[in-house]
């Protein structure tokens, strides 16, 4: 590390630079799983402290994405399961939970019968609490990977990072392993809808089940996951799960013993990706960055230090792909937080500093104030012997899936991300409610959203840069065209997939695209991304139909 790095500033890494989109909601660090749960949505906060801190806001852009509504959850998961989660509280769970006491068949009785047949349903209870504002967290995390996945679609950046995303143990109807809504799986279909074909690499712990599951069937996505495997949750992940029917060879799992070393994890990691490159060729790849793999997890078994897990971010992003980081596990927090920024910084191209600046959880890093998560001394159960022979068998799947998949061109839909908006209106608002930050944001009005003119320029003037604010492009034949080049390509609806897992189940069939009639001009939609701009720091990149919201 050189010497200004270790003085606690930023330092360039070498290399292409990349465009780099950062999504983060004040909100999420207000969600609580309960006093004695391991996940702690505090980290991501802690993460963003570190991240505005060392002052990588000046080397990126830093949006705050709409939250994920209902229909666009759907896409993936059952509309049951969905308006379960919407719906479900605390209250409601105490209230069943005293309606268990009354006698007989009323409808107290009835009540607290369906809730707690609905929670075994969808497993909804130890691992996954019910908490005060569990929808919104699900929509918060979801939104993110979903407007990160769009914006890589349409060349806004060449990495999109969303910290709280990367709950990759949903199933379609089920939470599962702290998770309730698979916002990788959402991000994944979003991609779809431009990308022929998507790599999913997961660095968790955990064995990423319920992504696989998601997309078992289909060689439109291979998923590939680094995990312990044996008497540990989810307890899936054998080397011999390779998919099934077209997805057969395109699920690739590489389980690992406790202790695993920097070193030993590169030897594998890298080949293992390289050839993966080279045989599916994917053009755009979607990164777990779990931090339950970091040494010292309170969870995890693994023996990874910072630098050796960021080494996989590094890697991932030397071959120029389009990048969806995400978060994941972590449930040591400093280390989580920590190891977050760093990656983060590598995303933005920039190393940062040994020395932790000072930010408003400074207390947390003590005593050494470091930002290096360092190995500790546990055994590596992972033989020289063994990591040879399982690498041996994922190169043989690969090997037997031929040629990388085609995919017939299709017409991209016209239909974007659900933008409608879902706010209530005033008078029906609960005022004893908190409003959201999302929502705040919604009411902050530009400076020039005060004329009385919606297409005037500085001075009252209706000029060429005042109809390219509106998302308009002027013609030089003085003729005025809806959108622009890049706000023709703005997603569509993203198509649904089933997530089908046994070979009595029918085989999962490419995603379908709708097309439009001939003549018929694709229906503009904005994004739904609120833009946070720092004093002096980005311009707006010219798409004023985006919808972006500058706030100070």
Request: aromatic letters at 8%.
């Amino acid at each position: 590390m050189s010497s200004t790095a270790a003085a606690g500033i930023m330092t360039p890494v070498t290399g292409a630079k990349k465009r780099t989109c950062y999504f983060f909601d004040s909100d999420i660090g207000n969600y609580h799983y309960g006093p004695s749960h391991p996940m702690k949505p505090h980290r991501i906060r802690m993460t963003h402290s570190l991240v505005m801190n060392y002052g990588l806001y000046k080397k990126m852009e830093i949006f705050r994405a709409k939250p994920a509504t209902r229909k666009e959850m759907a896409q993936f998961h059952t509309d049951e399961y969905v308006d379960f989660l919407s719906r479900v509280t605390p209250d409601l769970i105490e209230q069943a939970a005293e309606g268990m006491g009354v006698t007989g068949a009323g409808t107290g009785a009835a009540r607290a019968g369906g809730i707690s047949r609905e929670m075994g349903k969808f497993n909804v209870g130890d691992d996954c609490p019910v908490f005060d504002g569990l929808f919104e967290y699900c929509s918060i995390s979801a939104g993110g990977s979903m407007e990160g996945a769009a914006r890589l679609s349409r060349d806004k950046c060449d990495i999109a990072i969303n910290w709280a995303g990367g709950l990759h143990h949903a199933k379609k109807a089920e939470a599962s392993g702290f998770c309730y809504i698979n916002d990788i799986v959402l991000g994944i279909l979003e991609l779809l809808r431009y990308h022929p074909r998507v790599l999913y690499v997961d660095i968790d712990v955990h064995h990423g089940d319920g992504v696989e599951e998601a997309f078992y069937t289909t060689d439109r996505v291979m998923t590939c996951s680094f995990h312990k495997y044996g008497e540990f949750f989810p307890g899936t992940g054998d080397i011999k799960d390779i998919g099934y029917g077209k997805g057969r060879n395109y699920s690739v799992n590489f389980p690992l013993r406790d202790g695993i070393t920097d070193e030993a994890y590169k030897s594998v990691f890298e080949p293992v990706i390289s050839q993966i490159m080279e045989w599916y060729r994917p053009s755009a790849v979607v990164l777990q960055c779990g931090g339950d793999s970091l040494s010292g997890d309170k969870i995890g078994t693994l023996n990874l230090s910072m630098r050796g897990h960021a080494n996989c971010v590094q890697y991932i992003k030397s071959f120029g792909l389009p990048l969806l980081l995400l978060g994941g596990g972590g449930y040591t927090i400093r280390n989580v937080s920590r190891t977050w920024a760093f990656e983060t910084g590598l995303a933005a191209g920039q190393e940062l500093g040994g020395n932790i600046p000072m930010n408003e959880y400074y207390e947390y890093y003590g005593p050494t104030y470091q930002l290096d998560v360092p190995q500790c001394n546990m055994d590596d159960l992972n033989t020289r012997e063994y990591l040879e022979k399982i690498k041996t068998q994922v190169f043989e799947t690969l090997r037997h899936t031929g040629a990388a998949p085609s995919v017939q061109l299709q017409p991209i839909p016209r239909t974007a991300m659900d933008l409608d908006s879902d706010d209530e209106e005033e008078d029906t608002r609960d005022p004893n409610q908190r409003r959201s930050q999302h929502s705040r944001d919604a009411q902050i009005q530009r400076d020039d959203e005060f004329s009385d003119s919606e297409d005037e320029g500085e001075g009252g003037r209706r000029d060429r840069q005042s109809w390219q604010s509106l998302g308009t492009d002027v013609k030089g034949n003085g003729s005025v065209a809806a959108g622009s080049a890049n706000g023709a390509k703005m997603m569509g609806g993203t198509p649904s997939i089933e997530a089908l897992t046994t070979p009595g189940q029918a085989e999962a069939e490419d995603v379908e695209v709708p097309k439009g009639g001939p003549g018929e001009e694709e229906n503009l939609t904005v994004s739904a991304a609120r833009r946070t701009t720092v004093a002096g720091e980005g311009e707006d990149d010219g798409q004023g139909g985006d919808g972006d919201v500058s706030m100070s």
